[in-house]
């Protein structure tokens, strides 16, 4: 069965960088993209971007452009996140998510939280 | 502020329909697909309808979804207990280049 399973809690002091990773299972690795969602405290669901493992080509959202860096090691089926320069407001859930087209999220990872804090 | 507009909450008894709606604009429900998911706290989301109306194996066919013009709809009949949940509707938007979600709607069977 598809799993996505993400790094452990995070704490991190603002303007440090923090890299969640993402290892997937049950289906093949490279025929499938990847998006990152995160949910801040009382917030809805916000896109941060998609990966191809197959070529590597990325989308990110235009807000954070910049700030972020999707990665994947497809000798581990592992998708990364790197969000840099972080701030208060990047306290979330940071989720992955198997999509096929950049719009077609069908399975999620358990979630990843990041807190920022001094 | 999402792009989706949800209401925050709905509520049913067991057995009854519930419907919940997702307004957005020509941007995004009005000229692309809408996948929903369901989300239980500390668990990963599920997706329970995609491209508006299709539902992947293993859910039930008690849950539908409909879109018409630039608003979706979310419906489940047969309220269970297990159906307490949050639900999240999304779509492309073309004008923001992203993939944009509904705030979430929390149903809670009485």
């Known amino acids: 069965q598809v799993q996505l399973v993400q790094s452990g809690t995070e704490v991190k002091q603002p303007g440090a960088s923090v890299k969640v990773s993402c290892k997937a299972s049950g289906y093949t690795f490279t025929s499938y993209g990847i998006s990152w969602v995160r949910q801040a405290p009382g917030q809805g669901l916000e896109w941060m971007g998609w990966i191809s493992p197959y070529n590597g080509n990325t989308k990110y959202a235009q807000k954070l452009q910049g700030r972020v860096t999707m990665t994947t090691d497809t000798s581990t089926s592992t998708a990364y996140l790197e969000l840099r320069s972080l701030r208060s407001d990047d306290t979330a859930v940071y989720s992955c998510?198997?999509?096929?087209?950049?719009?077609?999220?069908?399975?999620w990872g358990q979630g990843t939280l990041v807190t920022v804090s001094s | 502020q999402s792009v989706l507009t949800q209401p925050p909450s709905a509520s049913g008894t067991p057995g009854q329909r519930v419907t919940i709606s997702c307004s957005g604009s020509s941007s995004n429900i009005g000229s692309n697909t809408v996948n929903w998911y369901q989300h239980l706290p500390g668990t990963a989301p599920k997706l329970l309808i995609y491209?508006?109306?299709q539902r992947p194996s293993g859910v039930p066919d008690r849950i539908s979804g409909s879109k018409s013009g630039t608003s979706a709809s979310l419906a489940i009949s047969g309220l269970q207990s297990e159906d307490e949940a949050d639900y999240y509707c999304?779509?492309?938007?073309?004008?923001?280049?992203?993939?944009?979600f509904g705030g979430g709607t929390k149903l809670t069977v009485l």
């Open positions: 491209s508006n109306n």
């Open positions: 998510a198997r999509d096929p087209g950049m719009a077609e999220i069908d399975y």
């Open positions: 999304a779509a492309w938007d073309d004008s923001l280049n992203g993939l944009v």
